[in-house]
């Protein structure tokens, strides 16, 4: 656990490639880093739209002191039906990570005994039911069973199914490619597109009710016409019989 810093870039890119990427560079000589060497240290990054949660505790890309790293960045959109198999919020501002997020901190600051983690969502700042964890023996037992439930995955599992999902949603796929870590005091970190087109996987409805109505109009009309047609000849039938027999 330690600082999170996000970056916010609200431009649009222009062309494709490494070269249109956007550049950052890490001053490590400006964080306290110990003695230990390798992925004990360093830093998280996530990538994510602006409405979703950070979930570095969970996912994320590790880059470690003097490591270059560039990423490439594909970009899929879902749009789903909403379904009362499978229901789905369209509301723009909703985010199922944030749910989940907030469902899992909600009942774990409930198991804490009414009290929350430093890094917990300001949300829980403003209930007036929790307070922070101050003590060492509160802040200890919390991030004792912070550790196990999040290993354990019961409860997020349990939040997982309790919200639904977005019916449009955005998902950044990274594909990441580093340079081995050596004793420089500045990382180099490149984003990009590789390409300016992405997928969009939609979901449709294969026989919908127009499709449905359609059909059975049709099948009706048939069965009928048929039905018609076939008490027409068995009357022309009978009616030449009765002559041919009185003749």
């Not at 880093?33 to 994320?60: C, N, W």
């Not at 009290?115 to 929790?130: H, K, R, S």
Request: net charge negative; glycine share 8%.
């Amino acid at each position: 656990m330690g600082v999170c810093f996000r970056h916010h870039y609200n431009g649009s890119i222009q062309s494709s490639g490494i070269n249109f990427g956007l550049q950052l560079k890490i001053d490590w000589s400006r964080f306290l880093l110990g003695e230990s060497q390798g992925r004990d240290q360093g830093l998280k990054i996530f990538l994510h739209p602006g409405k979703d949660e950070a979930l570095t505790e969970i996912d994320g890309i590790q880059i470690t002191p003097g490591e270059d790293i560039s990423i490439a960045i594909r970009l899929k959109e879902f749009q789903s039906l909403n379904r009362s198999a499978n229901p789905c919020m369209y509301a723009s501002a909703y985010s199922k990570s944030h749910c989940v997020n907030r469902c899992f901190q909600g009942f774990l600051a409930e198991v804490f005994g009414k009290c929350y983690l430093p890094f917990m969502g300001t949300f829980l700042e403003e209930n007036e039911n929790f307070t922070r964890c101050e003590t060492p023996e509160s802040y200890n037992q919390a991030m004792m069973e912070f550790n196990r439930q999040r290993f354990n995955g019961t409860l997020w599992a349990g939040c997982e199914r309790r919200c639904l999902i977005e019916c449009n949603k955005i998902v950044y796929t990274p594909f990441v490619e580093s340079v081995a870590p050596s004793l420089k005091k500045i990382s180099k970190l490149v984003f990009y597109f590789p390409e300016m087109s992405y997928e969009i996987v939609q979901e449709k409805e294969a026989y919908d009710l127009i499709a449905l109505l359609c059909d059975v109009g049709g099948t009706f009309g048939l069965f009928l016409g048929c039905s018609i047609l076939t008490l027409v000849e068995l009357l022309e039938f009978i009616v030449i019989f009765i002559f041919k027999k009185n003749a």
